[in-house]
Each structure stands twice: as structure tokens, then as C-alpha cells.
């Protein structure tokens, strides 16, 4: 932290210090007792804050140097001095009432005082340009009665000075100029940036819910699919030590069984029916 510099607490003291001036005049300041004060709300007139001076001096550093207070020396019961613990404007405006009576006649002087300085500066001006074209002439005639060898020397001296006056008298402009269209021509379009940072690929793919038209075909590609295994025990092979496979199907949902896979085969050989349609009966 560099030595002498103007910390946050400092700079929001200072900042209260500045809107308590623009207060003066139109917020109402009444003493209510000894050492106690109240203010009114800048935004909600039927309020009233109380001030109150609790010390006389104090040697901290978060002081207001036009005020000459610090921190420690009043109390507001606005929220502003409540939460952030800092000399609010009510405190400020007070100390400007109370104690700097003349501050508006201060003001003033100050502005007639900053009036006349500039009218001594332009005054000024106007006195140099006639200093300048007096000497002018003066030279004119010096150098008609003159034929002395240093006559060179003179003129490098003007040419500096009219390379001063070519310098100072050429102003910069206000604001740059501006290029303007007219509103019937064609807008070009800007040339786009692109990144050269290469993306990175997402490896996570979403998935997302199917249409009802790709339901519909899934389900027909479904329906041309015959499996060639048992709706019992799952499997191609019926486990018998033959080499024919016999299968049967059922007359209700026709699912394809291997006889030696469902008991119900072999009672009702004609009409035969799964153990899976007979537990829906």
C-alpha cells in the first residue's frame, strides 16, 4: 500500500461530503438538545434522522478533512451510518449548518473569484499580443538602420518563433469526424472472426426421444424378425441328444416352443395352446 493514498473508506467519506453540499437549502436541520440534531430525508420528508455528537475529538485516520470530523465523533440512526459505519451526508450536512454557517456566501466568492482569474487570464492574453506587435514594429525599423553582419542570426530567432505560433495556433478538432451513408446505399457486411482455438468434441451423444413415425417403423422392421429360438427356455437348442429339433406352435399367440420345452405339448397334441396364453385365460 503506497504511503499517503487515498483508501476506499477515505474516498466514500469524501463522496458523502460532496452530496450533503447539494443538500443544503432543501433538507431541514433542527437542533433537538444538547449536542443532538435532527435531519430530514432527502426522499421521504416525513422522516427525520437523529444525530447525535458523542466525542469531542478523536485521533483516528477515517476523517473528512473539509469537515474535520472522523467516525467516531457522531451517529446517525439513518441505515447508510448504521451499516457501512461511515460518516453519512446527514452528518456532513449538520457539521455545514451548524458550524459552517457561510458556506453559500463562501460559494459565491469562490465563483467571483474564479470569474475575475479567468477575465485577468484572457486580459492577459490580449496585453501579450500587443507586447508582441510592438516589438514588431520596433524591429522593422531596427533592421532598416541596420547593416550589421548578425542579421542571419535574427532571422533563425523569427523563424523559430513563427514555427512556435504554427504550432500553438493549429487546434485539434472537437470529436473525429464522422463517416456518414446515405440511407438509400448498401451496407456492407463485416467480415467475421473466427476462433483458431480448436473445439473440443463432445464424446457424451444424447439421445432423444423417437418420433411416432420412427416408432412405427421400428416396430414394423420388428414384425418381419422371426427368431429362431424357444419362448421358453430362450435358447436354439433343445438340449435332447437327437439331431432334429422339434417345435411347435401355439394356435393363440404363435410362439414357436420346443415340444420337450412345455408338459402342456404332450397332453393336448391337436390344439395346442402356450403356458403363457393359458395363464391370460
Same mark, same amino acid.
Given at each position: @500500500?503506497?504511503?499517503?493514498?487515498?483508501?476506499?473508506?477515505?474516498?466514500?467519506?469524501?463522496?458523502? !461530503?460532496?452530496?450533503?453540499?447539494?443538500l443544503v437549502g432543501k433538507?431541514?436541520?433542527?437542533?433537538?438538545?444538547?449536542?443532538?440534531?435532527?435531519? +430530514?430525508? *432527502? !426522499?421521504?420528508?416525513?422522516?427525520?434522522?437523529?444525530?447525535?455528537?458523542?466525542?469531542?475529538?478523536? /485521533?483516528?485516520?477515517?476523517?473528512? #478533512?473539509?469537515?474535520?470530523?472522523?467516525?467516531? @465523533?457522531?451517529?446517525?440512526?439513518?441505515? /447508510?451510518?448504521?451499516?457501512?459505519?461511515?460518516? %453519512?451526508?446527514?452528518?456532513?450536512?449538520?457539521?455545514?449548518?451548524?458550524?459552517?454557517?457561510?458556506? *453559500?456566501? &463562501?460559494?459565491?466568492?469562490?465563483?467571483?473569484?474564479?470569474? +475575475?482569474?479567468?477575465? &485577468?487570464?484572457?486580459?492577459?492574453?490580449?496585453?501579450?499580443?500587443?507586447?508582441?506587435?510592438?516589438?514588431?514594429?520596433?524591429?522593422?525599423?531596427?533592421? *532598416?538602420? #541596420? $547593416?550589421?553582419?548578425?542579421?542571419?542570426?535574427?532571422?533563425?530567432?523569427?523563424?523559430?518563433?513563427?514555427?512556435?505560433?504554427?504550432?500553438?495556433?493549429? &487546434?485539434?478538432?472537437? #470529436?473525429?469526424?464522422?463517416?456518414?451513408? =446515405?440511407?438509400?446505399?448498401?451496407? &456492407?457486411?463485416?467480415?467475421?472472426?473466427?476462433?483458431?482455438?480448436?473445439?473440443?468434441? =463432445?464424446?457424451?451423444?444424447?439421445?432423444?426421444?423417437?418420433?411416432?413415425?420412427?416408432?412405427?417403423?421400428?416396430? $414394423?422392421?420388428?414384425?418381419?424378425?422371426?427368431?429362431?429360438?424357444?419362448?421358453? %427356455?430362450?435358447?436354439q437348442d433343445d438340449g435332447?441328444?437327437?439331431?432334429?429339433?422339434?417345435?411347435?406352435?401355439?394356435? $393363440?399367440?404363435?410362439?414357436w416352443v420346443h415340444q420337450? =420345452? /412345455?408338459?402342456?405339448?404332450?397332453?393336448?397334441?391337436?390344439?395346442?395352446?402356450?403356458?403363457? %396364453?393359458?395363464?391370460?385365460?
Open positions: @500500500m503506497e504511503k499517503n493514498k487515498n483508501t476506499h473508506r477515505l474516498c466514500e467519506i469524501r463522496r458523502r !461530503h460532496a452530496k450533503c453540499l447539494t433538507v431541514e436541520v433542527k437542533p433537538f438538545d444538547k449536542n443532538i440534531w435532527t435531519v +430530514q430525508s *432527502e !426522499h421521504f420528508p416525513c422522516t427525520m434522522y437523529k444525530i447525535t455528537k458523542v466525542a469531542e475529538n478523536c /485521533d483516528c485516520q477515517l476523517v473528512c #478533512s473539509k469537515c474535520n470530523i472522523c467516525v467516531h @465523533m457522531f451517529t446517525c440512526t439513518c441505515m /447508510d451510518a448504521s451499516i457501512h459505519a461511515t460518516i %453519512c451526508k446527514h452528518v456532513h450536512l449538520v457539521i455545514q449548518v451548524t458550524f459552517n454557517p457561510q458556506i *453559500e456566501s &463562501e460559494n459565491r466568492m469562490e465563483a467571483t473569484d474564479f470569474s +475575475q482569474a479567468f477575465f &485577468e487570464s484572457r486580459h492577459g492574453k490580449h496585453t501579450a499580443k500587443t507586447n508582441v506587435l510592438t516589438s514588431i514594429d520596433e524591429l522593422k525599423l531596427l533592421v *532598416e538602420n #541596420s $547593416s550589421s553582419t548578425n542579421l542571419a542570426t535574427v532571422h533563425q530567432h523569427i523563424k523559430n518563433a513563427i514555427a512556435i505560433l504554427n504550432v500553438s495556433s493549429k &487546434e485539434l478538432p472537437l #470529436s473525429m469526424p464522422v463517416k456518414r451513408k =446515405c440511407s438509400t446505399a448498401v451496407n &456492407e457486411t463485416q467480415r467475421g472472426f473466427f476462433s483458431t482455438k480448436k473445439k473440443r468434441e =463432445c464424446k457424451t451423444q444424447t439421445v432423444s426421444k423417437p418420433t411416432p413415425t420412427q416408432i412405427f417403423y421400428e416396430h $414394423s422392421k420388428l414384425k418381419n424378425v422371426h427368431p429362431e429360438i424357444c419362448g421358453v %427356455c430362450l435358447k435332447s441328444m437327437s439331431q432334429d429339433i422339434y417345435w411347435v406352435q401355439c394356435n $393363440s399367440c404363435n410362439l420337450n =420345452c /412345455d408338459d402342456l405339448f404332450k397332453s393336448n397334441k391337436t390344439m395346442y395352446i402356450c403356458k403363457f %396364453c393359458k395363464a391370460k385365460q
